[in-house]
């Protein structure tokens, strides 16, 4: 891929990452959002203003949010994009590149921290059972979690058949280019500029909606919050 279409598919990828990002936070609700939320911890901690709390709900949200977001939009597609694969045929699987003597599928996720052991497992069952109806190919089979980022290297063992490789390591085995992973964010140059401005509108107008609706709510006539009545909101047993 030249630099034209790296520039083109970072874009694309960018225009869709912030349009996600946007209609996530355009259709969030708040007390959908506090019902999730300490009400404890907002307390313990000495949130007075109702500004304060939704401020914090956003961030906690969009934090959250954006990195599945991220994931999703962005460096899945572009790893696609880059790697010249094709789509998998099974689940837990995001791109086979084939090879004549090679099979490599490989998942991608977007940093090296999303496994817990009962999620490894499943990832390596689900490489097991692509590898099983491979074989009939006769060619090597190979099995990589790609992270975008981060520095998580390891080959496969006992515990599970996939090698891990992360970050400058991942892009380098996609692509054979291994200044791939700097050519990705030298593309964005200006375009998150670009989108931030009407996300920032997107984001004050969830804020004024949220505050509106938890001072008429959450709040007595003096302004105070009345922590009794969020945390029944909250917490309370259902009639």
């Not at 279409?5 to 946007?22: C, G, H, P, S, W």
């Not at 259709?27 to 307390?43: A, E, Y």
């Not at 490489?127 to 290297?153: D, T, W």
């Not at 949220?210 to 259902?238: A, P, Q, V, Y």
Request: aromatic letters at 10%.
């Amino acid at each position: 891929m030249d630099e034209k279409q790296l520039n083109d598919a970072v874009q694309t990828r960018l225009n869709e990452f912030y349009a996600r990002r946007i209609a996530k936070l355009s259709t969030l609700q708040l007390k959908r959002t506090l019902r999730r939320k300490n009400p404890f911890l907002f307390k313990a901690v000495g949130l007075l203003d109702a500004n304060e709390i939704i401020e914090r709900l956003l961030n906690d949200f969009m934090s959250s949010s954006d990195e599945t977001i991220f994931g999703d939009a962005f460096f899945e597609p572009l790893a696609k994009d880059l790697g010249n694969g094709s789509p998998s045929p099974t689940e837990g699987v995001d791109i086979v590149i084939e090879t004549d003597t090679a099979y490599k599928a490989i998942a991608v996720k977007s940093g090296p921290s999303v496994f817990n052991a009962q999620s490894r497992r499943r990832q390596n069952q689900e490489f097991q059972a692509l590898r099983s109806r491979m074989m009939k190919l006769q060619k090597h089979f190979e099995a990589i979690v790609g992270y975008s980022y981060g520095r998580k290297n390891s080959d496969p063992n006992e515990n599970k058949i996939f090698k891990e490789l992360s970050g400058q390591v991942f892009w380098s085995e996609l692509t054979g280019d291994p200044d791939c992973y700097i050519k990705i964010i030298e593309s964005m140059r200006s375009l998150p500029s670009q989108h931030k401005e009407l996300f920032n509108e997107e984001w004050a107008k969830a804020k004024n909606r949220f505050s509106k609706e938890f001072i008429t709510d959450f709040c007595d006539d003096d302004g105070m919050i009345n922590w009794n009545r969020l945390l029944k909101f909250n917490s309370g047993k259902k009639d």
